[in-house]
């Protein structure tokens, strides 16, 4: 059931859009989630801080030959972070005339940077302010990297100029914060009870908690707060955006589908629960149909 709870937030990306299939129909939109949950899970998991920090640092300098100095259980996942990536590129090369690599390159450059941040943050027993997590956080939930993977692939949808121009500033886009921050805010929302009880790094309900001596129901009720503001904010940058639409979709229906899949508890975690039913009656059990 985990394969279908993925899938249906990645799909939330361009679900109301004809023009995108990237995560929905695509293979790249399918092996952007696979690398990206591999890597987050080297990072949270498996990866010593030493061995994080070689292969962050070699995820930046980006060299196949470089593969020798890593741990043998990393090089498999470094070797396919790079043929996705590099193919990637050649596609939108190919069919687009764009030379994208750079930009994709940066994309899971900062992704990984994100990561190492948080496991050094955990590796020192360090609890972070609030506005430290959240502008750290905004970055590691990966909608920033998910929303540029997928534009590349819009095609005639959007200009040249304006694809472009949001690689080069996507991370300074106040539509993209704005839904990356819900994103965010509501994974922390639905993982925090699993994620407290397996002892895993601080998130923003603990970071509010412990910044300002609050319980656990008022931290909870003010990154709610948080996550009203952030609509608004949303909102109004929706309404005067410059972004070609579709773009502008996929950013409103990645916040969309982070509330879906998190409004119960954790929905991508777990096997149980509201996610499951929904998946369950969406996808499995056939509609009845009546004779007339």
Excluded at 34 to 54: C, F, K, Q, R, S
């Amino acid at each position: 059931m985990k394969i279908l709870e993925l899938d249906k937030i990645g799909g939330g990306v361009p679900r109301l859009q004809e023009e995108a299939e990237f995560f929905t129909r695509s293979i790249d939109g399918k092996l952007f989630m696979g690398n990206g949950n591999a890597i987050d899970d080297i990072y949270d998991v498996y990866g010593l801080p030493e061995e994080l920090e070689l292969f962050t640092k070699l995820v930046n300098r980006w060299d196949s030959m470089a593969i020798d100095n890593l741990p043998d259980y990393m090089k498999i996942c470094y070797l396919a972070l790079l043929n996705f990536v590099n193919e990637m590129a050649y596609d939108v090369m190919r069919d687009h005339g764009l030379f994208v690599l750079p930009y994709l390159v940066e994309e899971w450059a900062n992704l990984c940077g994100s990561y190492l941040v948080e496991a050094r943050w955990f590796s020192n027993k360090y609890s972070p302010s609030l506005r430290e997590y959240l502008e750290n956080a905004r970055t590691s939930i990966g909608s920033p990297a998910a929303l540029a993977h997928a534009s590349m692939l819009l095609g005639s949808p959007i200009a040249q100029s304006s694809l472009m121009d949001c690689l080069k500033h996507g991370s300074d886009n106040q539509l993209i914060y704005w839904s990356s921050l819900i994103t965010r805010l509501s994974d922390d929302l639905g993982t925090y009870t699993a994620e407290s009880e397996r002892g895993d790094m601080t998130k923003s309900i603990q970071c509010y908690m412990i910044e300002k001596g609050a319980s656990e129901k008022e931290s909870k009720e003010h990154i709610k707060g948080l996550i009203n503001q952030a609509w608004k904010e949303l909102n109004r940058e929706n309404s005067k955006c410059s972004l070609p639409k579709p773009l502008v979709n996929m950013s409103l229906n990645m916040a969309r589908t982070a509330q879906c899949i998190f409004q119960f508890g954790d929905g991508i975690g777990t096997s149980t629960g509201v996610t499951r039913d929904r998946l369950t009656s969406l996808i499995v059990e056939p509609i009845p149909v009546k004779e007339p």
